[in-house]
C-alpha cells in the first residue's frame, strides 16, 4: 500500500481578485450552508449581545417539544398575559379566547407576540421562570455556552445575551422539528378565532416595498439596545442555508435587518458556486499492471469532484492523496477495491471514493513464460520424468 499526496498548484491557475462581504448595517452576521454543514462567511460570530426576539426560536422549540397534542385548545386566562410590557409586539390574544397550541406557536413566530410566548410559558411549565429554566437547559444541551436567557420574549435583561453562532445552533437544530420548520417558513396564518398572523420579514417587505420573496423562512427582532435583528432561511444554487444578522440600527421603517439578509442572499447567489477542483477522467494515479497484455491503470474520478466554494476560492489549498495498491496482478479481483481517493481543500476531506478496477485485463503469456521460464522447465521436466518413471513401473508389474 502507498500514500501519495498530490497538490493540484501545477494545473490549476491561481486567481488574482478576491470577493468581499457587502456593506451591512448590522454589526453581526453569519451565514452558514446547510447543505454542507459550513460555516461561510462571518462578522462578530461569538461576539455576546442582545438578541431581542431572535429569543423566541428557543421559545418556540422547547414548547414544541413539550407539548402532546398541538392542536388542543385552552381558553386564555388573564394571569397568562401579566407582566407583559406595554411597548412588547403582541399577537392579539385576549382573555377569554379559546385557542390550540399551534395558534400560539404561529403566534410566537410569525407576528412575534409576546402575548404568544407567556401563554405557551404558563401552559407548559406553569410559569415563565419555569420555562426559562428549560429555555436554559436547551441551551446547554445544545453547548450554547455564550447564551443565558431570563425571559421568553428576547426584552431587555442585563442577563439576557447570546451569539449569532449560538442562535445560529438553536436554529439549526429548531429546523429539524417538521412543525417548528413549518412554522418558521410560513408567511401567513389564521386562528381558529379567526386572527390572522403575516411573518415580520413579509410585513416589513410590503410597508417597504421590496421583494422578500427569497426570504424562504424568518424571525425577526427588534429592542432599543439589540437594534433590529434577523434571522433567515434561503436557497441559493442548489444549496440551503441560514444566515444570521445582529444590531442593524433599529429604525424599523428603514427595515435595515431584511435589508442586510437581501444583499447577504444576493453575495451568496453571486459569489459563491459549486466549483470543480478535480475534472472527470483527470489522471491522480497509476498501478502497475504484471503479468498483462495491459502495462498500467491510470486511476481517474468517476464525476467531476466538485465542492461549494467562493469564486475566488484558494486553488492552491486543493489536494488529494491516492492510499492504495501500488502493483497487480492481471487476475485481480475485480470485487476487491485497489485503493482510495481522499480529496482535501484547506486540509480538510471533502470527498473521498474507493477505486475498483472498471476493465478486463488480459494475460500476457509471453511474459509469464519469460519471468517463470526456469520454473516452467523444471515443473515440464519433472513431469515428464515422473511420466516416464510411472509407465516403466507399470510395464514392470506387467511382466
Same mark, same amino acid.
Given at each position: 500500500m502507498k500514500k501519495i499526496l498530490l497538490l493540484l498548484l501545477i494545473i490549476l491557475p491561481i486567481n488574482v481578485f478576491a470577493i468581499e462581504l457587502p456593506n451591512l448595517n448590522s454589526n453581526n452576521a453569519i451565514v452558514y450552508d446547510l447543505t454542507d454543514n459550513e460555516l461561510l462567511e462571518q462578522k462578530g460570530d461569538n461576539e455576546r449581545t442582545s438578541i431581542a426576539s431572535l429569543t423566541k426560536i428557543t421559545t418556540a422549540i422547547v414548547a414544541i417539544e413539550n407539548i402532546n397534542n398541538i392542536d388542543e385548545t385552552f381558553i386564555v386566562e388573564d394571569y397568562m398575559l401579566n407582566g407583559i410590557p406595554w411597548d $412588547?409586539?403582541? $399577537? =392579539?390574544?385576549?382573555?377569554?379566547?379559546?385557542?390550540?397550541?399551534?395558534? $400560539?406557536?404561529?403566534?410566537?413566530?410569525? @407576528?412575534? =407576540? !409576546?402575548?404568544? &410566548?407567556n401563554i405557551l410559558a404558563y401552559k407548559v411549565a406553569g410559569s415563565v421562570p419555569k420555562f426559562v429554566e428549560l429555555m436554559n437547559k436547551k441551551a446547554k444541551f445544545l453547548e450554547m455556552n455564550n447564551t443565558n436567557y431570563e425571559n421568553v420574549t428576547g426584552l431587555e435583561s442585563a442577563k439576557h445575551y447570546s451569539t449569532p453562532y449560538d442562535v445560529l445552533t438553536i436554529l439549526k437544530y429548531a429546523l429539524k422539528d417538521k412543525t417548528f420548520k413549518k412554522i418558521y417558513t410560513s408567511k401567513k396564518y389564521e386562528t381558529i378565532n379567526g386572527l390572522k398572523f403575516y411573518s415580520t420579514s413579509y410585513s416589513i417587505g410590503k410597508k417597504l416595498e421590496i421583494d422578500t420573496s427569497r426570504i424562504l423562512g424568518s424571525k425577526t427582532g427588534y429592542t432599543n439596545k439589540a437594534g433590529t435583528c434577523i434571522s433567515a432561511y434561503f436557497e441559493s444554487n442548489g444549496?440551503?442555508?441560514?444566515?444570521? &444578522?445582529?444590531? !442593524? @440600527?433599529?429604525?424599523?421603517?428603514? =427595515?435595515?435587518?431584511?435589508?442586510? !439578509?437581501? !444583499?447577504?442572499?444576493?453575495?451568496?447567489?453571486?459569489?459563491?458556486?459549486?466549483?470543480?477542483?478535480?475534472?472527470?477522467?483527470?489522471? #491522480? $494515479?497509476? *498501478?502497475?499492471? /504484471?503479468?498483462?497484455? &495491459?502495462?498500467?491503470? *491510470? *486511476?481517474? @474520478? /468517476?464525476?467531476?469532484? &466538485?465542492?461549494y466554494l467562493r469564486n475566488d476560492y484558494d486553488k492552491t489549498k486543493v489536494s488529494y492523496e491516492y492510499d492504495g495498491l501500488e502493483e497487480i496482478n492481471y487476475n485481480h479481483d475485480s470485487k476487491k477495491s485497489l485503493g482510495?481517493? #481522499?480529496?482535501?481543500? /484547506?486540509?480538510? *476531506?471533502?470527498?473521498n471514493e474507493y477505486i475498483y478496477l472498471d476493465e478486463v485485463l488480459k494475460a500476457d503469456y509471453k511474459e509469464i513464460f519469460n519471468t517463470y521460464k526456469v520454473q516452467i522447465i523444471v515443473i515440464v521436466l519433472s513431469t515428464i520424468f515422473l511420466i516416464t518413471i510411472v509407465i516403466y513401473l507399470l510395464k514392470k508389474s506387467l511382466k
Open positions: $412588547a409586539s403582541v $399577537a =392579539g390574544f385576549k382573555v377569554g379566547d379559546i385557542i390550540s397550541y399551534r395558534d $400560539a406557536l404561529y403566534g410566537t413566530l410569525l @407576528p412575534s =407576540g !409576546a402575548d404568544a &410566548t444549496h440551503e442555508f441560514l444566515l444570521i &444578522t445582529l444590531k !442593524a @440600527p433599529s429604525d424599523l421603517k428603514k =427595515g435595515y435587518h431584511v435589508q442586510d !439578509a437581501l !444583499a447577504l442572499i444576493n453575495y451568496i447567489d453571486e459569489s459563491y458556486g459549486e466549483q470543480i477542483l478535480v475534472e472527470k477522467n483527470k489522471e #491522480t $494515479a497509476k *498501478i502497475k499492471v /504484471n503479468f498483462s497484455t &495491459t502495462d498500467e491503470i *491510470i *486511476i481517474k @474520478p /468517476n464525476n467531476n469532484i &466538485t465542492k482510495r481517493i #481522499t480529496y482535501y481543500y /484547506n486540509g480538510e *476531506i471533502f470527498h
